[in-house]
């Protein structure tokens, strides 16, 4: 069974930093791309950042471009999200979800249970 | 502009079926989509990948009371014998070149 475990979300600061991070399990975590997906309070779902699964290629969304980096260790099983110069509206739960394939396609098939990150002085 | 429209709400008796309406923009009606569904206070759920033609495959352990099903720029989710357990969001999701876009998701009532 698939399961993704986020963590690492808290409250911080405007302009401040954050690492996430997601332990997967239940398959061959090398084998697939993995995204990161947010959701505001009380919003909709919006992609973050993407990875595929040698973690060679890298996407993000424009909201996060140059502030936020997506990286994996496959020797771990794990998926990280680096913030920086965080903003009141990065204020989201972050969800670690999983493509079913290893190039990045940006199609889901799988979801963790996500972290809340704040950002907020 | 790669947009997926969804109605903001829908309602349906216990028991009784909902077809949800996922509109692809102009010129992207050759586009699959997949459809999630949020629990209250839980995270997505992957349902579906619904091609253009119809064709869906279904994650693992989804019943078979849900079903899609595609007509031009329309995808639909279907949902059959309604249970308690459907009142969730519904959210419809397509991918491009380097890009990903969600719906703004249905919340469906059952009464």
């Known amino acids: 069974e698939v399961q993704l475990l986020e963590s690492g979300g808290g409250l911080v600061q405007p302009g401040g930093s954050l690492r996430l991070s997601c332990a997967a399990s239940?398959?061959?975590?090398?084998?697939?791309?993995m995204s990161w997906v947010r959701q505001a309070p009380g919003k909709g779902l919006e992609w973050v950042s993407g990875?595929?699964?040698?973690?060679?290629?890298?996407y993000d969304a424009d909201s996060v471009r140059g502030r936020f980096t997506i990286s994996r260790d496959n020797s771990k099983n794990t998926l990280s999200l680096q913030m920086n110069s965080l903003r009141a509206e990065d204020t989201a739960v972050y969800y670690c979800?999983?493509?079913?394939?290893?190039?990045?396609?940006?199609?889901?098939?799988?979801w963790g249970q996500g972290t809340l990150v704040t950002v907020s002085s | 502009q790669l947009v997926l429209t969804q109605s903001p709400s829908a309602s349906a008796s216990l028991g009784a079926s909902v077809k949800l309406t996922c509109t692809l923009s102009?010129?992207?009606?050759?586009?699959?989509v997949a459809w999630h569904q949020q629990q209250p206070e839980k995270g997505p759920r992957y349902l579906m990948k619904?091609?253009?033609?119809?064709?869906?495959s279904k994650g693992d352990g989804i019943p078979d009371r849900f079903s899609g099903s595609s007509s031009g720029a329309e995808r639909y989710l279907t949902i059959s014998s309604l249970q308690s357990e459907d009142e969730a969001d519904y959210f419809c999701?397509?991918?491009?070149?380097?890009?990903?876009?969600f719906g703004g998701g249905t919340k469906l009532t059952v009464l």
């Open positions: 102009s010129g992207h009606s050759s586009y699959a």
């Open positions: 999701q397509t991918w491009g070149t380097d890009i990903v876009v």
């Open positions: 990875i595929s699964g040698s973690g060679d290629s890298t």
């Open positions: 979800a999983k493509d079913p394939v290893e190039q990045w396609r940006g199609y889901f098939d799988s």
């Open positions: 619904l091609n253009s033609d119809g064709r869906h």
């Open positions: 239940g398959f061959t975590f090398s084998s697939y791309a």
